[in-house]
């Protein structure tokens, strides 16, 4: 795991872990004592692809560094229902103090890299990336791009600083002042960093031939039809990477594949996946005898 990514897992559990403990958990403190150990297990509740069990071992070990987190998957591993996907071991306190945030980490960021092995099954068969976008979490937009890539998407920008993307609220003001759609791509092409190359949002046939005619690298087709799109990719004949958005869903993802773009754009991916279900059961270890093999969720 690469430290960018360590450094926003870090924050995220911080900032979690504040959210639900400002002031310690009063039920478990009053109940358990210090000394009790407990072993649980961590369960998918439904198929998916497993993402945010680094993050779920950095809630436990961030309350406990004692603690004892056995993944038994790796991150963007496909599961079973029922599957247990890791085992920790520990203090009760602390178990039970995690509980709720290593979890829910876990049911959203499996949320989305299930979504997103499901686009990637859904346009098999055609050479097409499948890309998240700014539609996040405030907060947790490095977490939940990693659970896209770990589904098998592509990270499109992690923010404005990534790439030059003129969209249509850009347009909107610029045209206002008399500026044409080619005069605004070639003033970003020849302002531009070398390192950058310049994508448009265009909405209309006309508005691909004027990118066109301005030489941009890229074009982001939004909100058309699947047969306005295939138009836009004959026009293009290869000369821009053409890229569609808007209003993707599994329903329709497969037919905007086949009207031959290079990637797609999926909101969804992040802004309406649901959440997986995990539960945590165990047995507090101090009580084996007296339970003989009882379960107890905690």
Known sequence: MDSFLCFHIDRAVQDALQEDLPAGDITTELLFPNDWTAEASIVAKTACVVAGLQVA?????????????????PDGASVKEGTRVA?????????LMAERTALNFLQRLSGIATLTAQCRQAVRGY????????????????????????GGGVNHRC??????LIKDTHLAFLTARGQTLRQI???????????????VEVETLEQVQQALEAGVESILLDNMSPAVVREAVQLVKGRAYVEVSGGITLA????????????????????????????MEGTPLS????????TQTL
């Open 185 to 199: 791509c070639q003033l970003a092409k020849e302002k531009a960093p070398h390192r950058f190359r310049v994508e």
């Open 159 to 164: 923010s404005l600083s990534d790439g030059i």
């Open 127 to 150: 050479p097409v990336a499948i890309l998240d976008t700014r539609k996040t979490t405030p907060g947790l937009r490095i977490l939940e791009k990693w659970a896209v890539s770990l």
């Open 287 to 294: 009580l084996n005898e007296r339970l003989a093999g009882e």
């Open 57 to 73: 071992r950095a809630v436990f070990t961030r309350l406990d560094n004692s603690v004892s987190f056995l993944a038994h998957h």
């Open 252 to 279: 329709n993802i497969r037919e905007m594949a086949q009207a031959g773009v290079n990637a797609i754009s999926v909101g969804a991916l992040t802004h309406s996946a649901p959440f997986i279900d995990f539960a």
């Open 87 to 95: 085992t920790v071991t520990g203090r009760v306190k602390p178990l």
